[in-house]
């Protein structure tokens, strides 16, 4: 199985960009789709952004379409999320996860199989 471990979250202002990375062990990371979530205090887990196992398929949150960006880097064994104009309300615990069925890029949390620990990330008005 693969571990995950996501990094580069923390406080920004709004307007501000982050990068994230989740860096995967124990296993290829061009075996899985991987995906990107967050849950926010008080909401569901939600989805962000995702990204098929070839890397040709991309699907995004309206609510980030534009703004961010998710790519891999298989040689690395890492996915980046790429978090531009940041608004207060993308203030949340990002997580990363790894689809290791399916292989495209769902949007469902339940397609896939590991998660990351999670990484904060706030956004300041």
């Known amino acids: 199985q693969v571990q995950l471990v996501e990094s580069g979250g923390g406080l920004v202002q709004a307007g501000g960009s982050l990068r994230l990375s989740c860096a995967a062990s124990g296993r290829t990371l061009s075996d899985y789709a991987m995906g990107w979530f967050r849950q926010a205090p008080g909401k569901e887990r939600g989805f962000v952004a995702a990204i098929s196992r070839s890397g040709l398929t991309i699907q995004y949150a309206d609510s980030v379409k534009g703004r961010f960006t998710i790519s891999r880097d298989d040689a690395k064994n890492t996915v980046y999320l790429q978090m531009n104009s940041l608004n207060p309300e993308d203030t949340a615990i990002y997580y990363c996860?790894?689809?290791?069925?399916?292989?495209?890029?769902?949007?469902?949390?339940?397609?896939?199989?590991?998660w990351g620990q999670g990484t904060q990330v706030t956004v300041s008005s």
């Open positions: 996860a790894a689809d290791w069925r399916v292989g495209r890029a769902a949007v469902i949390a339940g397609a896939y199989d590991y």
